[in-house]
């Protein structure tokens, strides 16, 4: 696992086009998506597509597909960690 | 200082476990993996804003709402644009510097740090016309607002002035990072202080592709 | 300046003169060091708080302080204990001595960050301090809200304190991550790492994931008293519940940031001292991974009685339990290496024998407390106190103590009189336990805590606690006149005296500024002894 020079994984431009276009069409479409009537889901939806979004950035811009997965795993444990303080929280403000 | 200098040499030639570079020596992995935990920090930070946010949503459905309401959706979207191109031409910045193509990148950089003054503009415009219609913390206008809506734009401040500064701090350090770029400091076969700069400006990003659903699209 | 590591060259005590060769330094060692000085002194400052606390205590009705000051008192010993002692104590001053040279490393991966790590630390304490000059703060160590946002006491400075400090934790957690990760030499797999490092490496993540979270909660404060914002104020709709959901959500992790080292530590001193490898390895490795896991699941226990929803405190009391399991493994395994072991009852050793008892006292009184029934009894006493005290001071607290003890030969050279130290652990762990025993029976029959004043029934009680602590600080007081004089004029400490088999034994005492001139070859685990040493 010796990686002291510099991880040398070429991304042409396209690819960074190509998710930048991806990014400003979800946008697009949760912008529209909030005039459709979706009432309570719409929430939902559009967290649904930010995270999409979200997922995009990290994967490509960030680099994260490319690097080792050791970066992934503490990814996960982040979101894990996250998630537990989130679900435990809601636990309370769910039954009050 | 003069012993960093030394041990950075010595590290050229020592082996090591899974990088082994020497304390002191390049290791951009470690540098990266600095960087990520810093942004877990800085994710948590929002994180709990963001529970914050989530469980006064729960209570003040309606109000929020009519919160959200007097938010204008254009200028939400043409910020999320802006900023969604500064990462992209963040990125391709930090791809062109690889190619040792500097002229490229430097452009690309200047364009990122010109977003980032646009973004800011446009948050300084919104707040100021909510400033001018009496909608901010403790302004009596808005005390005679619902509870909800009181929370929601207590929330709205914290959380977008939160993340403004953290694009006012990233437009010096882009432009560290330009400099370092100009000068060679940061060239192709050293590259990981632009491409960490580039990780937090990404997470910049990843803050605003929360926010702005979770406050302009509620209505 | 070059790297070689001989005999000749100087130890990293003497390897620069001067102040400012000490406050610009870099080396690990050294920074643990200025971590040790800073960290007594503010120790020795909050002890004095709580003796102060104590004497207010010695009798019924006003003594000497009164209500107010009594709990500005109270609080500036809650803050410097929590957030300038034990939160920092063994991985800032042990870990950043000892993990490098444990993992073979010459120095963390990012020495300039740790050093910044130090200032904001100082930083930090100064605010506190300044906090005292300004008159005092009453709210608490915890800043519970609403108080926290009403009170005239100036909370500003004790709050941008906490959130300093926070970031001194949090770049000392990143700084160890990584160095575990890249700086470990190629011959010590995950599996062969002492667990002293595998308690700083998983005490790291909550390190990161768990402080950012109090210091955006600190932050609203601010904006609550700068700008009302209202997220926390009732009159606006804010919910001081979620307050203290989101203070727990950090601070009870905290509590196993405090404790976490300190196993780590004791995992250290009883296989050195039973002379044999230590009894699971694996589970205790594993077990801080999930201490600091099954940690981040239960902050709600601090809430049963704060009207919370029904089912919430359900799953925070069944979530409690859990987190017994693996400190129980720890216990056990540490109980099974003592078995049939050639003990010697060296200073070091008898306080991780401390710690075993006490913590398991505090781990047991504290499953009381996590059952709901019996907290609605006890909650707000002075059996809390107790508690807490049993598990932070009796664990974090006092494996400090004896990190330092076990160490001190190696960070210093010198070795401290054995007899002498012995007395002060003696009283010590008697004024200890003189101390804070009554307060579990006074919480029991109803005695509040925070309070200034009780009725005469509970005298007792709070004469013998206040009597304990004459006798604890007595020790104290001796040990570290013991250990001055001991770094002033003890005999030369050998390099390896307790016969340790990690990396750190195999560095003279005290170690080179560069201890490794090539990255040491490890053949062998962390606590196989009898076979030759590793080759260095």
Known sequence: ?96 | MADAGAARTSAAGAGGAEGGAHAGGYDPMAAKMGMWLFLFTEVLLFGALFIVYGVYLHGFTWQFRQGSARLSIPVGAVNTAILLTSSLTMALAIAALRRARQVRALRLLFATVGCAGAFLAIKAFEWAGKFTHGVYPGAGFLLEQTKGEIIFFGLYFTMTGLHALHVLVGIPLILWGASRARTGAVNPERCVFLENAGLYWHLVDLVWIYLFPLFYLIS | ?536
């Open chain 3, 1 to 536: 300046m070059d790297v070689a590591a001989g005999a000749a060259a100087p130890d990293y005590l003497r390897a620069g003169r001067g102040l400012a060769s000490w406050l610009t330094t870099t080396d690990h060692k050294r920074i643990g060091i200025l971590y040790l000085v800073a960290i007594l002194v503010f120790f020795l400052f909050a002890v004095c708080l709580g003796l102060m606390i104590r004497l207010e205590l010695f009798s019924p009705g006003e003594q000497f302080v009164g209500n107010q000051g009594y709990n500005r008192i109270l609080t500036l010993h809650g803050i410097t204990m929590i957030f300038l002692f034990i939160i920092p104590s063994v991985p800032a001053v042990f870990g950043n001595f000892f993990l490098p040279i444990q993992i073979g490393a010459n120095d963390v991966s990012f020495p300039r960050l740790n050093l910044a790590s130090w200032y904001f630390y100082i930083g930090g304490g100064l605010f506190a301090l300044g906090s005292v000059i300004l008159g005092g703060v009453d709210t608490g160590w915890t800043f519970y809200i609403p108080y926290s946002s009403d009170t005239a006491d100036n909370v500003y400075l004790p709050i941008l304190a906490a959130f300093i400090l926070g970031w001194s934790s949090i770049l000392t957690g990143l700084n160890f991550i990584v160095t575990v990760h890249r700086l470990r030499v190629a011959s010590m797999p995950w599996f062969r790492m002492p667990l002293f490092v595998w308690a700083l490496y998983a005490t790291s993540w909550i390190q990161i994931l768990a402080t950012p979270v109090v210091g955006i909660t600190l932050l609203l404060i601010l904006l609550e008293r700068l700008l009302g914002i209202g997220i926390f104020d009732p009159a606006k709709g804010g919910d001081p519940v979620l307050y203290q959901h989101l203070f727990w959500i950090y601070s009870h992790p905290a509590v196993y940031i405090m404790v976490l080292p300190a196993m780590g530590v004791v995992s250290e001193i009883v296989p050195v001292f039973c002379r044999k490898t230590i009894f699971g390895y694996n589970f205790i490795a594993i077990s801080s991974l999930a201490i600091a896991g099954i940690g981040s699941l239960v902050w709600g226990h601090h809430m049963f009685t704060s009207g919370m929803a029904d089912l919430e405190r359900i799953v925070f009391s069944l979530l409690t339990f859990l987190v017994a399991i693996p400190s129980g493994v720890k216990v056990f395994n540490w109980l099974a290496t003592m078995y049939k072991g050639s003990i010697r009852l060296g200073t070091p050793f008898l306080y991780a024998l401390a710690f075993i008892f006490l913590f398991s006292v505090g781990g047991f009184t504290g499953l009381l407390q996590g059952a709901l029934s019996t907290d609605i009894h006890i909650h707000d006493t002075s059996f809390i106190v107790a508690h807490f005290h049993y598990t932070m001071f009796g664990g974090g607290g006092v494996m400090f103590l004896g990190a330092l003890h076990y160490w001190f030969p190696k960070m210093f050279g010198r070795m401290y009189h054995e007899g002498a130290a012995l007395v002060a652990f003696t009283l010590f762990f008697v004024g200890f336990n003189c101390l804070y025993f009554p307060l579990f029976l006074a919480g029991l029959a109803g005695m509040p805590r925070r309070y200034a004043d009780y009725l005469p029934e509970y005298l007792v009680y709070h004469r013998t606690s206040t009597v304990g602590s004459w006798i604890m600080v007595a020790g104290i007081a001796l040990m570290i006149a013991n250990l001055l004089r001991a770094f002033f004029k003890g005999r030369k400490a050998e390099q390896n005296p307790w016969g340790g088999a990690t990396l750190e034994w195999t560095v003279p005492s005290p170690p080179p500024a560069h201890q490794f001139a090539s990255p040491p070859v490890v053949t062998r685990g962390p606590y196989e002894y009898g076979r030759e040493h590793a080759s260095g």
């Open chain 1, 1 to 96: 696992m010796n990686s002291r020079t510099e991880e040398r994984h070429v991304v042409p431009d396209s690819l960074y086009v190509w998710v930048w276009v991806a990014l400003l069409s979800l946008t697009g479409i949760t912008v529209s998506a909030k005039y459709t009537d979706l009432q309570h889901l719409a929430i939902f939806a559009a967290l649904l597509i930010a995270t999409a979004k979200a997922g995009l950035v990290v994967l490509y811009f960030m680099h994260v597909r490319f690097e080792k997965p050791i970066f992934a795993v503490m990814i996960l444990v982040l979101l894990a960690t996250y998630g537990i303080y989130i679900g435990l929280t809601f636990v309370d403000y769910a039954n009050r």
